[in-house]
């Protein structure tokens, strides 16, 4: 059936004269796709590199250019407000953001305004102002864009490297081949990522594929954790027995009478 | 050389977080205090997220404490039933402590609790110390001798009911402030992550008329236990207690103890208590500032999630 379909699509490319959106496929990998935390992890950078092929059938367009978004697990967060009450500054009102990507990278081959329309990119949800973060208003789930909360929650992400828009983080090796480091600071969440490839021509979207990467903890730093969340009392009384037998072993080593 | 914490989610620099932990580790050795309330802030000063920070130096001031009571120990100079008077109340303070932590982490003034409590406390008993060590060094000065304990004194609350006789501190006192200040110690040690060393002492010699010679050991004793109790209720409930994080802290801070211990006999007692108390008072008054001038930045965040 699918066979079928693709020999009626293929047929029909023949047919219509020239059909652009059979024309350019996008083929993309990461050098990575699983990213483990080890004792000594102190952030890592992956390179996504692609490809764009075309079919030789339709009329090859360009130059071309791509949008590359990164976005890691989703998780709510809590922006909080301080203000002056009684002479000491204190957390006064806070907004819930309903689960915002805990990691957003936008990679572009240009700025996203050189690549395309506005309309095209709020359509598409292209760059950090573009991307929804919803947020819990009065029991309400809503989306306001100059929202002061929302504009924070942005720029203390941006300050912490998780939140990034480069618009020159893609290069172009040849006019089809393509490539783009992501780097991933020390503090990111682990978790599973999705890296959005878009490529443009002209100002329109032409195709896009996806790819994934996940960030894991593994072996001891998989283990405390575990131990912590799952099993607290126990994690509790065996921190409790190390503490007294680095205190007994002090008492002993050092001991002068 | 970076390592990272599995519970602070944070890379930290292995040589520095042991300097943290030698250097507090000698202060508190100096004066027989446990160190939390200087490790805290600078474990938040570095980075690690307050709620973390809490949790894991009571697992470090466990450590110093048990080394420390384990020396006084050996010069039979710890009073065992005013240690477990004191600790009965302790639990019952360390569990309201970790409870009111909890409570306050989801209304999102935790950090502002600490703070305060911070600011309070340090300041209050840091021009207290100041004071009273003051008056010690000009008294001596003029060659006139200090009288810490005057015999016959007697407070009100002395003679409440439940009389128990403290053998070895030669006391003859209620049960019912003894417990009282334990309550104090263990609660105020669960929210602050302080071993409350530096209440406890002047408490139990102004208020319950204890020889200078059993307070030491029998506050150290006090100390590992309620920070024992402590390390095990915030594990239980809030998985915030950061073991790799902890270990670190402890070898710094009982290696510097010893030097510090060292460095303590040198010095007179009241100048002693002097350097404590302006110490102390730094301390709270860097929590003020924090707490009075406008921050950098009005805004912060949170997860909502697993993470504090």
């Known amino acids: 059936m699918r066979y079928a379909l693709a020999?009626?699509?293929?047929?029909?490319?023949?047919?219509?004269?020239?059909?652009?959106?059979?024309?350019?496929?996008?083929?993309?990998?990461?050098?990575?796709?699983?990213?483990?935390?080890?004792?000594?992890?102190?952030?890592?950078?992956?390179?996504?590199?692609?490809?764009?092929?075309?079919?030789?059938?339709?009329?090859?367009?360009?130059?071309?250019?791509?949008?590359?978004?990164?976005?890691?697990?989703?998780?709510?967060?809590?922006?909080?407000?301080?203000?002056?009450?009684?002479?000491?500054?204190?957390?006064?009102?806070?907004?819930?953001?309903?689960?915002?990507?805990?990691?957003?990278?936008?990679?572009?081959?240009?700025?996203?305004?050189?690549?395309?329309?506005?309309?095209?990119?709020?359509?598409?949800?292209?760059?950090?102002?573009?991307?929804?973060?919803?947020?819990?208003?009065?029991?309400?789930?809503?989306?306001?864009?100059?929202?002061?909360?929302?504009?924070a929650l942005v720029r203390l992400l941006r300050e912490r490297g998780l939140y990034s828009e480069e618009p020159n983080a893609v290069t172009f090796l040849t006019p089809t081949l393509f490539r783009a480091a992501i780097s991933l600071p020390a503090q990111v969440p682990i978790g599973n990522y999705i890296v959005d490839v878009k490529l443009f021509a002209d100002g329109n979207l032409i195709a896009h594929t996806d790819s994934a990467f996940e960030i894991v903890k593994v072996g001891f730093e998989q283990f405390v954790v575990d131990a912590a969340r799952e099993h607290g009392l126990l994690y509790g009384l065996a921190t409790a027995m190390m503490a007294l037998l680095t205190g007994w072993i002090a008492s002993v080593a050092f001991r002068r009478d | 050389m970076q390592i990272y914490l599995p519970i602070a989610d944070i890379p930290v620099n292995v040589f520095l977080v042991l300097a943290m932990g030698l250097a507090v580790g000698f202060i508190s050795g100096m004066f027989g205090v446990g160190g939390g309330f200087l490790m805290t802030p600078l474990l938040i000063f570095i980075g690690v997220q307050p709620a973390v920070a809490v949790a894991s130096v009571t697992t470090h001031v466990a450590a110093s404490s048990f080394s420390g009571a384990i020396a006084y120990w050996r010069r039979n100079a710890i009073d065992v039933t005013l240690a477990l008077t004191l600790l009965a109340g302790g639990i019952v303070g360390s569990a309201a402590g970790v409870a009111l932590f909890t409570w306050l982490r989801a209304l999102d003034q935790l950090d502002l609790m600490i703070g305060l409590s911070y600011v309070t406390l340090l300041s209050v008993v840091g021009v207290l110390m100041v004071g009273e060590s003051a008056r010690a060094i000009i008294r001596s000065r003029q060659g006139k001798r200090a009288e810490l304990r005057r015999p016959g004194s007697h407070v009100w609350f002395h003679g409440l009911p439940l009389k128990l006789r403290f053998k070895r501190s030669k006391v003859y006192v209620s049960a019912i402030p003894v417990l009282a200040i334990g309550f104090i110690i263990g609660f105020l040690g669960a929210v602050m992550g302080i071993g409350g060393g530096f209440l406890l002492v002047p408490m139990l010699i102004y208020l319950m008329r204890v020889p200078t010679a059993t307070v030491i050991g029998t506050s150290m004793v006090l100390t590992f236990l309620t920070m024992v109790s402590a390390t095990v209720l915030h594990a239980a409930t809030n998985h915030l207690v950061d073991a790799v994080l902890a270990l670190i802290l402890m070898i710094g801070g009982v290696i510097g103890a010893q030097f510090g211990a060292h460095a303590g006999q040198r010095i007179r007692g009241e100048w002693l208590r002097l350097l404590l108390g302006l110490l102390v008072l730094a301390v709270g008054l860097r929590f003020a500032g924090q707490l009075v001038l406008r921050p950098d930045d009005l805004y912060s965040i949170r997860l909502i999630g697993g993470g504090p």
């Open chain 1, 7 to 151: 020999v009626a699509l293929v047929v029909a490319g023949f047919l219509a004269d020239p059909v652009p959106a059979a024309a350019e496929r996008l083929v993309a990998s990461l050098t990575n796709h699983r990213v483990m935390i080890t004792s000594n992890y102190t952030g890592v950078e992956l390179v996504l590199f692609g490809t764009v092929e075309r079919d030789g059938v339709g009329v090859a367009r360009g130059p071309y250019d791509i949008v590359a978004t990164v976005i890691g697990p989703r998780d709510s967060l809590r922006t909080r407000r301080k203000q002056r009450v009684l002479g000491i500054w204190v957390n006064t009102s806070a907004r819930t953001f309903i689960d915002p990507p805990s990691y957003l990278a936008v990679l572009a081959s240009r700025p996203l305004d050189a690549i395309t329309s506005a309309d095209n990119q709020r359509r598409l949800q292209l760059g950090i102002a573009d991307t929804p973060l919803p947020e819990l208003i009065n029991n309400d789930i809503g989306e306001v864009s100059n929202d002061p909360f929302r504009v």
